[in-house]
């Protein structure tokens, strides 16, 4: 069994984000990266997966070679092989085309996606995938057990759980509840020093145009001081309904 997991970049979520080129573009200076959580929990199934099925697993991911380390990381976590598409990752869009057509040409029997990144909330990437390849899709997978060449999924709808049953290839959105934190591979120096000798492949892009325009961000206005008042402080509550509330 041939298993790819695709892996997104993202900001460490204690990081200080602002925005450059007249608040159109991601200022990355500074940032610390870490692997898009939801892709973590794919990632620690795909590596379970390897075990109990014999599967060979992939760690694929589009951008520059500053996302090089993210993929050291998930190799020593335990994937056995790392491709980098080598192109900036403009938009979930012209990301999903470029692994798509990777996988034209490689094939793959289940192909894991975190449901969406932490940066921009996107989650457009595996379901374009699997349209673009024909392939079954499950998003907001909380289980999967493979049996043979079909997959029993389990995956959170409104006010419940859904399970299904479809054939391979499939292509899985991955959440927490697929594993839980706790289960989370943390690379010891054993893996560590391993994934230096494991190969880590730099592929050219097809360079897609993209069809999405980034207008501009802007950050959540800044909550206001909560004034605490006490009981007997009549006089002041009424000063600042009136006053700052103008509500009075």
Known sequence: MNILVCISNVPDTTSKINFVENDTKFDKNGIQFVIN??????????????????????????????????????LAIGADKAIRIDCDAKDGFSVAKEIAHFCEKEK?????????????NGGIV???ISG?????????????DIKGSTAEASREIDGGI????????????SQKGLVEESDLIIPNMRGIMMARQKPLETIDAQ????????????KPEVKKEVKLVKANEVEKLIDLLENEAKVI
Not at 108 to 120: A, L, N
Not at 132 to 144: A, G, P, W
Not at 207 to 218: A, D, R, V, W
């Open 37 to 74: 959580p939801n892709d973590e929990f794919g990632l620690t199934k795909a590596v379970w997966m390897k075990e109990s099925h014999n599967a060979n697993v992939t760690v694929l991911t589009v951008g520059d070679q500053s996302v090089e380390p993210t993929l050291r990381k998930c």
């Open 108 to 120: 793959f029997d289940i192909i894991i996606c975190g449901r969406e990144s932490i940066d921009y």
């Open 126 to 128: 595996p379901g374009v």
């Open 132 to 144: 673009m390849l024909d392939y079954n899709f499950i998003t907001n997978c909380v289980n999967l």
């Open 162 to 173: 859904e399970t299904v049953e479809c054939d391979l290839p499939l292509v899985v959105g």
């Open 207 to 218: 360079n897609f145009e993209t069809e999405i325009e980034n207008k501009s961000f802007h």
